[in-house]
């Protein structure tokens, strides 16, 4: 976990995993790289909205595997759910739900589902297409720590791989050009981003 700048209130938190998705960000924003995964990303946000001040809203820039034929390019998520949590058969044991699907703001967008693995072979994509046409490793678990902590949350995500075979060498061909597009769409359309600029090192 590291926290790039001061996190005041009134003003967005931007999240991103790691260094590499966040090497083309210029902004005087605070950046938090949470680590890849569920467990890191929840701690870290837990742990910088604990500390105070509040953000006015976070925005979770990443990127995704794709899980469907001809999902590419960037999308404001609208729902996320965990892929890797037996919720029914939690339920079936306790009677309590730990882990529905959660609606964020934009909810035109397209689900993505979450889940401590990096999804890079067939029969996995194809069990989890069912399910979203996005994957990723962080933005369920981001979305939990948003939500309790009652923050606004957007997660974009530009898609770097097809979540198949080969999967791994692609993110790492694709990251750097995923991480300009994240970049640019930061500097688009997140309010109080500009000057005095600062480059997130590499």
Excluded at 2 to 21: D, H, Q, S, Y
Excluded at 26 to 33: A, F, G, H, Q, S
Excluded at 121 to 127: H, L, V, Y
């Amino acid at each position: 976990m590291e926290l790039i700048g001061e996190m005041t209130a009134g003003r967005p938190l931007l999240v991103l995993a790691v260094k590499e998705e966040a090497q083309f960000l210029d902004t005087d924003l605070p950046v938090l790289l949470t680590g890849m995964g569920k467990v890191n990303a929840a701690t870290a946000l837990a742990t910088v909205l604990a500390r105070g001040p509040r953000p006015s809203g976070i925005v979770n820039l990443g990127t995704a595997g794709a899980l469907r034929p001809g999902w590419t390019g960037t999308h404001v998520i609208g729902s996320v759910l965990q892929h890797d949590l037996d919720d029914a058969v939690l339920a079936s044991l306790t009677g309590e739900t730990y882990g529905p699907p959660i609606e964020l703001p934009d909810h035109d967008g397209p689900a993505l589902a979450t889940g401590d693995s990096f999804v890079s072979d067939e029969a996995a994509r194809a069990r989890l297409a069912e399910l979203a046409p996005l994957v990723d490793m962080e933005g369920y678990a981001l979305a939990s720590a948003a939500q309790q902590a009652r923050v606004p949350l957007r997660i974009v995500k530009h898609v770097s791989d097809e979540a198949g075979d080969g999967a791994a060498r692609t993110w790492r061909e694709s990251v750097a050009d995923c991480a300009r597009v994240l970049a640019d769409w930061a500097a688009r359309n997140i309010p109080e981003h500009g000057s005095p600029a600062r480059n997130i090192p590499a």
